[in-house]
């Protein structure tokens, strides 16, 4: 079993930044690719960003690449998400997630567990 736990959410300006980062705990971090998803009010959750369990490997949504930065301590057992360049359309409640089953995913299913969620929103 993995825990994860995000932090680094808030309201911030259209423009601006934020880093979220989650923490886990359980079992062995490096042996976890990990991916950071999103969900808006009203839509489905999205793929945002992955990375490979060693951090070799990173993965990004067209919507995000070039502005979002994924990347991984593994001696902290923490993930993160930079986000530069924040838009009123990336107001979301951000996840976390883990899997040992994949190198790296785009894909929500893949994964076996996941955050409670942190909410970012940008203002307009």
């Known amino acids: 079993q993995v825990q994860l736990v995000e932090s680094g959410g808030g309201l911030v300006q259209a423009g601006g930044s934020l880093r979220l980062s989650c923490a886990a705990s359980g079992r062995t971090f490096s042996n976890y690719a990990m991916g950071w998803f999103r969900q808006a009010p009203g839509k489905e959750r999205e793929f945002v960003a992955a990375i490979s369990w060693g951090g070799g490997t990173t993965n990004y949504a067209d919507s995000v690449k070039g502005r979002f930065t994924i990347s991984r301590d593994n001696a902290k057992n923490t993930v993160y998400l930079q986000m530069n360049s924040l838009k009123a359309e990336d107001t979301a409640v951000y996840y976390c997630?883990?899997?040992?089953?994949?190198?790296?995913?785009?894909?929500?299913?893949?994964?076996?567990?996941w955050g409670q969620g942190t909410q970012v929103t940008v203002s307009s």
């Open positions: 997630a883990a899997t040992n089953r994949y190198y790296s995913s785009r894909h929500q299913y893949n994964y076996d567990y």
